[in-house]
């Protein structure tokens, strides 16, 4: 193994995989954010318009009486 490390600079090394790991996980996340499922495009009308924040909830509201 350290005639390995004769070949390559072990920083180096580090800083590569580093950067390939952030940018896999970068396009993974990009690829999922464009798809249908994640699109806040094509979110249901009731949670876009809580998004959108047009929507005022109620907090601590009483409970129905039985």
Do not use: C, E
Not at 28 to 39: A, V
């Amino acid at each position: 193994m350290w005639r390995i490390w004769r070949l390559i600079n072990p920083r180096l090394a580090v800083v590569g995989v580093g950067l390939l790991i952030a940018f896999v996980s970068t396009t993974i996340h990009l690829i999922q954010i464009s798809g249908d499922r994640y699109s806040i495009n094509n979110w249901h009308p009731d949670t876009a318009k809580m998004a959108s924040g047009k929507v005022v909830q109620q907090q601590n509201a009483a409970l129905p009486q039985k």
